[in-house]
């Protein structure tokens, strides 16, 4: 019923910037955001940005990071600068309906920061 369609990641090397794009079918998602996870970790909260464009940053990536969204395109992004290979994870985009528990969530993209 509902579909994330993420791209933009891939291999750069450290010091380097990507900018990660999440297109939503469907209606407007009250919040989107990005969350990450490498090998052995726990997945991890990166940014989420509501319908009204109040942004959340984790921060370990405040200020190197942006995310914003296209509502007319639902569609939301993630632009990444100044990338270290600690941010070497597989990055998943997250949507949610106003008032609604659960989420949907994007297949994951790669993001290799090599040094």
Known sequence: QVQLVESGGGL???GGSLRL?????GSIFSAMGWYRQAPGKQ???VATIDSGGST????????RCTISRDNAKNTVYLQMNSLKP????VYYCQA??????SAYWGQGTQVTVSS
Do not use: H, I
């Open 21 to 25: 794009s999440c297109a939503a079918s």
């Open 86 to 89: 600690e941010d070497t994870a």
């Open 43 to 45: 997945r991890e909260l």
């Open 96 to 101: 949610r309906r106003r008032w609604a528990v």
């Open 12 to 14: 750069v090397q450290a």
């Open 56 to 63: 959340n940053y984790a921060d370990s990536v405040k200020g």
